[in-house]
């Protein structure tokens, strides 16, 4: 089946230390997407891909990093610099061009305390 | 003013009931319009596209987009307890290449 897997479901950090999400799609789609969603303030986009080897900043990309060293993967880096890191994180993939729909993974929830 | 408008809800309605679903948008450049459900905990996934003006029928749903009112809506009829989640809007177009998303709209189907 393809699709997008994102691990872990869960996760857990103490303050100030970096913490990798894992993003992987088998869609063989050549843009990826990381977004953070808060309740009540919907989708806000962190960075985007759209080929390997080069990305771009989202609306909030301070206090994240990311890779694309591969077509399949997008790893995210939240850092101890983002000051409020916990949030249910989603990764998504699309063709490129922005009429292509997005493909959405089911998303890590962090937890930061 | 944000680009894209949609009434957060919640939004509560007996089964059975019909279901408007609606977004507002700024940008008149926006040709590209998408439906997301999205249940609890879980990631959102693409109900309806549609491009430009018009209306597309899949099923028990129904996308509509008014260009010249600049107004999107998911219509779902005989709706279901199995319908109960968020629905989000998206659009792109113009000189967006990202796609624009509403808030959300959280619905909920009684029994």
């Known amino acids: 089946d393809g699709g997008i897997t994102q691990s872990p479901k869960y996760l857990f950090r103490k303050e100030g230390q970096n913490v990798t999400l894992s993003c992987e799609q088998n869609?063989?789609?050549?843009?990826m997407y990381w977004y953070r969603q808060d309740p009540g303030q919907g989708l806000r986009l962190i960075y985007y891909s759209q080929i390997v080897n080069d990305f771009q900043k989202g609306d909030i990309a301070e206090g994240y990093s990311v890779s694309r060293e591969k077509k399949e993967s997008f790893p995210l880096t939240v850092t101890s610099a983002q000051k409020n890191p916990t949030a249910f994180y989603l990764c998504a993939s699309s063709n490129a061009g922005g009429e292509s729909p997005l493909h959405f993974g089911n998303g890590t929830r962090l937890t930061v305390t | 003013q944000k680009e894209v408008e949609q009434d957060p809800g919640p939004l509560s309605v007996p089964e059975g009931a019909i279901v408007s679903l609606n977004c507002t948008y700024s940008n008149s450049a926006f040709q590209y319009f998408m439906w997301y459900r999205q249940y609890s905990r879980k990631g959102p996934e693409l109900l309806m596209y549609?491009?430009?003006?018009g209306n597309k029928e899949d099923g028990r749903f129904t996308a509509q987009v008014d260009k010249s009112s600049k107004y999107i809506s998911l219509f779902i009829r005989d709706s279901q307890p199995s319908d109960s989640a968020t629905y989000l809007c998206a659009m792109s177009g113009g000189n967006t290449d990202k796609l624009i998303f509403g808030t959300g709209t959280r619905l909920q189907v009684f029994p």
């Open positions: 549609t491009y430009s003006s």
């Open positions: 869609l063989n789609h050549d843009a």
